[in-house]
């Protein structure tokens, strides 16, 4: 059957129907719900080949992301995609298999978890959902024991590192809770622990610690924050706790550096939270956190339901969820077990490496992340004078490669970094053709018959020159646009397809 609609309206806001013409003539609207039907086909052809022009997941180097499951994963995912999560009563076995999860996490953490005791932890939609969860339960705690004390309770404060993920300042804005962050230094880009510790008041909730720097992949040091808050409350008489972040490390360190002791092994950390759909290897949809014992998760912000059936206990921010990345959680931890999982950081470990000695070899890098830390690589140039780390992101687009460039946060923010993140999918080979599709690059912006750029860009975007000068910026961009327009015909017919 072929649809045809009369749609009088403004072209901007129509889809045209180009490939799904066989089943349907006219275009649809791209901003009101369509007045009638269309076939199933029809509707598939036409969102398909809008995705089309999605980057390729696998080539997206900005993201921790997982993009690739086996196929008998993919299969479980699609089983259970029309189950609620939250229907506990009616999903028991979905229930049970969280809870597994939750426990094997815990025991990976070193909670101090007795053999016939459950670990006290969440599945959450990520890492963000986790902070929120695990912020909100020492928010309360604070509270409680200043109200106790008959202290204010109005003005709580997180000590943190200038480089925390963005879901740290919304938990604060969200919560109304004052983000304290330690400045960063040119080459140090994590929390320093004697200036965190010494920021630490009677105010402060928790200090936040991120095993995995998400600008450098860095670990910061837990075990000295530990040590040196002990002895500050100590002497305050206070009993400031720490959370881990573990956002990207969690599944990171335990399998190649097991003697790094970042986790509940530290007295002093109370909450950690790791994101499931980072290196626990699974899609987008699922993070977890744990805490150390049931006292550190007060009572009153579990909410218990029993109208879906018997009671349940909950502690989301939502409610309903899908329960696919649970099950594909599950089916990772039985799948591949400790030694998989090993092996496959391994890999990632040496694929960094690899790219790293790459970059190394041109000699025109500064190499930003550390060896130890998740498997990720951030760099930038030595000299940016002829041309930045944004044109050589732009270069880099024509091979498929999708690399984020970035500055530093405040303090650091004139140093601009390339980041690529090391995946389970990003081989070996994949990696010998970047470092190599780099060097390709970096010789023919080398070769340019002018310079593309003398500035650098800050961390608003604005240009400046290499005094430091505000240049217009339209000029500079028209300049930019000729030089990526002159530099495409220079390399057309050379095109190389990464898949
Ligand atoms: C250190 C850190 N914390 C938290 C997050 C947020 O994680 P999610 O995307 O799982 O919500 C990220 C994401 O990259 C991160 O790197």
Redesign the pocket.
């Given at each position: 059957m072929v649809i045809t609609t009369t749609i009088a309206a403004d072209s901007n806001e129509l889809l045209h129907s180009t490939f799904a013409s066989r089943y349907v003539r006219t275009p649809v609207p791209r901003f009101k719900m369509p007045e009638r039907s269309m076939p199933k086909e029809a509707a598939y052809q036409m969102i398909n080949d809008e995705l089309m022009l999605d980057g390729n997941p696998r080539l997206n180097l900005a993201s921790?992301?997982t993009t690739w499951m086996e196929p008998e994963c993919n299969d479980l995912i699609m089983t259970s995609i029309n189950k609620n999560y939250v229907d506990m009563d009616e999903y028991p076995v979905t229930t049970e298999l969280q809870n597994r999860c939750v426990n094997m996490i815990a025991h990976l953490f070193h909670a101090p978890v007795g053999d016939d005791e459950t670990a006290i932890g969440v599945g959450t939609v990520?890492?963000?959902?986790a902070?929120m969860l695990a912020g909100l339960a020492f928010k309360r705690k604070w509270q409680n024991k200043r109200k106790a004390e008959g202290k204010t309770y109005d003005k709580p404060n997180i000590v943190t590192g200038a480089n925390v993920?963005v879901?740290w300042e919304k938990f604060a804005r969200y919560f109304e809770v004052e983000l304290k962050e330690v400045k960063l230094t040119e080459g140090y880009y994590v929390m320093d622990p004697v200036k965190a510790v010494e920021m630490v008041d009677e105010n402060t909730i928790c200090v936040a610690a991120?095993l995995?720097?998400?600008l450098t992949g860095e670990f910061e040091d837990v075990k000295l924050l530990n040590e040196l808050l002990t002895k500050k409350n100590e002497e305050t008489g206070w009993d400031t706790p720490i959370h881990v972040?573990a956002?990207?490390g969690g599944f990171i360190a335990p399998f190649v550096y097991p003697d790094l002791v970042w986790d509940f092994r530290l007295p002093l950390v109370k909450s950690i939270n790791v994101?499931g759909?980072?290196y626990g290897l699974v899609y987008a949809g699922v993070?977890w956190v744990i805490w150390r014992t049931e006292e550190d998760l007060p009572e009153e912000l579990i909410f218990h339901i029993n109208y879906l059936g018997s009671d349940q206990p909950t502690f989301t921010l939502n409610f309903s969820k899908g329960s696919s990345q649970i099950i594909a959680q599950y089916y990772q931890f039985l799948r591949l077990g400790f030694e998989g999982y090993k092996r496959i950081i391994e890999n990632c470990m040496d694929n960094t490496r690899v790219l790293k000695e790459g970059l190394e070899k041109t000699g025109r890098f500064g190499i930003v992340s550390k060896d130890v830390g998740v498997p990720l690589v951030a760099f930038s140039l030595k000299d940016s004078s002829k041309y930045t780390v944004f044109d050589m992101s732009e270069s880099l687009r024509r091979f498929g490669w999708i690399i984020p460039t970035y500055t530093m946060p405040a303090d650091a923010k004139h140093i601009a970094v390339l980041r690529v993140v090391v995946r389970e999918d990003f081989s070996r080979s994949l990696a010998e053709r970047l470092s190599s599709n780099i060097e390709q690059v970096l010789e023919e912006m080398e070769s340019l018959p002018i310079r593309t750029s003398t500035k650098s860009a800050t961390v608003s975007g604005e240009l400046e020159n290499a005094e430091g000068k505000k240049v217009d910026k339209k000029t500079e961009r028209e300049i930019q646009e000729e030089i990526i327009q002159y530099w495409r015909r220079l390399v057309d017919g050379k095109r190389i397809g990464v898949c």
């Open positions: 921790f992301v990520g890492s963000s959902e902070i993920q879901c991120i995995g720097s998400t972040d956002a990207s994101s759909h980072k993070g």
